[in-house]
């Protein structure tokens, strides 16, 4: 539409992390909790999405569908409008968002992230990974993830 800005997955993204190392102009250090906006955007059905993405996780989008009560053709066209992409879209950039987070900044091993993103088996979100990015999750990780992550991030 000519005068909507389309909300992006950044926007709605809440960091899988528990705190990240911050330093001042002064020179101090302290690591501050990661807290996600209650409510990113101006839309309730955006909100409740990113709402349930960042509480639970969900193996696929028919399950978020089903957690929020919600018809996942409704879904769909809220996720087209608001968006310009499909429930679906929206779920795989949001697990992909949070898998690079978890490779790039924590020692979790492969199988704990295919977890953490819905996946039962690390076998099929390491195929659905390199499909999606181009490499594999732990080339991925050796490509993303600093030397000093342990000193700069905190997870669970």
């Not at 089903?66 to 310009?84: F, K």
Request: glycine content about 4%.
């Amino acid at each position: 539409m000519k005068y909507v800005t389309l909300i992006t997955i950044e926007e709605i993204y809440a960091s899988a992390l528990k705190g990240k190392l911050v330093r001042s102009a002064e020179g101090w250090e302290r690591v501050e909790p990661v807290v996600p906006r209650e409510n990113p955007t101006a839309s309730p059905i955006i909100n409740a999405i990113a709402r349930a993405l960042r509480e639970r996780v969900f193996q696929n989008e028919h399950a978020l569908a089903l957690y929020l009560e919600a018809d996942i053709a409704s879904l769909n066209g809220a996720t087209r409008l608001l968006m310009g992409i499909t429930l679906e879209q929206l779920f795989r950039s949001y697990m992909d968002m949070r898998a690079q987070e978890l490779l790039a900044r924590t020692d979790l091993p492969i199988d704990e992230v295919a977890h953490r993103c819905g996946y039962p088996f690390q076998s099929s979100f390491s195929r659905g990974f390199k499909k999606r990015n181009g490499i594999y999750p732990t080339e991925y990780r050796q490509a993303h993830r600093p030397a000093n992550y342990a000193r700069l991030y905190r997870w669970e």
